[in-house]
């Protein structure tokens, strides 16, 4: 069975701070798929990235990094010196087949 | 291009009454699905259907009902609506593939069920 764990339900940081969401899974599948996606206050939800189970180079995209590590079966993303427009709710979610979403980390950026 | 469409936005039901949300895209995505978001437990998924006449259950299909007579739409039928149904549900959709698809996400639909 497919399972996400997003461990951290809620995240206050300052304004500048450096963040850490975490995220562990749990497949049994050799090949599968790791993606976050983005909520904002207005609803909608925004894809950032996705990651195949075979490539576990780290990625970087201007502020945001990802750490994916299969032998911690963990896919954490970090978001440098923060702002308050990063306040959102990230999830992150597998997928082999269907997407399996964590129960999301709501992150506040304060001024 | 309009993406993923999904109707009613809000809608409240009485205990017992039926509904259907509607979803529908316009990018000749094989492959939709319905979630449903409910405080602190993420997103999860109730149907999905990778091509037309194919649908199946996903995590929690109990109460919910759907069909997929054509590409571009996955209708989610409420047949006796239930408190525990109020949530917000999402429709999706993707290209085709072996679980490697960004899907795309429509706007939520809030139902309230009294």
């Known amino acids: 069975a497919q399972k996400v764990t997003q461990a951290q339900t809620e995240i206050s940081v300052v304004e500048k701070e450096d963040v850490t969401l975490d995220c562990v899974y749990e497949?049994?599948?050799?090949?599968?798929?790791l993606f976050w996606y983005k909520q904002p206050p207005s609803g909608e939800l925004v894809f950032l990235i996705r990651?195949?189970?075979?490539?576990?180079q780290n990625e970087i995209s201007g502020r945001y990094s990802w750490n994916f590590q299969k032998s911690t079966s963990s896919f954490n993303f970090t978001i440098t010196a923060s702002q308050v427009v990063d306040s959102a709710v990230y999830f992150c979610?597998?997928?082999?087949?269907?997407?399996?979403f964590g129960a999301g980390t709501r992150l506040t950026v304060k001024p | 291009n309009a993406g993923v469409t999904q109707t009613p936005k809000f809608q409240v039901l009485k205990t017992g009454q039926s509904m259907t949300l509607q979803c529908a895209q316009d990018?000749?995505?094989?492959?939709m699905s319905w979630y449903r978001q409910d405080p602190g437990m993420g997103l999860r998924l109730i149907h999905y259907?990778?091509?037309?006449?194919?649908?199946d259950q996903g995590e929690v299909p109990n109460g919910y009902n759907v069909s997929r007579s054509t590409t571009e739409d996955f209708p989610l039928r409420l047949l006796s609506a239930a408190p525990s149904q109020t949530s917000v549900y999402f429709c999706?959709?993707?290209?085709?593939?072996?679980?490697?698809?960004?899907?795309?996400f429509g706007a939520g639909s809030r139902l309230t069920v009294l």
């Open positions: 259907s990778v091509g037309a006449g194919i649908t």
């Open positions: 990018m000749n995505h094989e492959y």
């Open positions: 990651r195949n189970s075979f490539d576990e």
């Open positions: 999706a959709s993707s290209h085709p593939g072996s679980g490697a698809n960004v899907l795309t």
């Open positions: 979610a597998l997928s082999v087949g269907d997407m399996r």
């Open positions: 497949t049994r599948d050799t090949t599968y798929y």
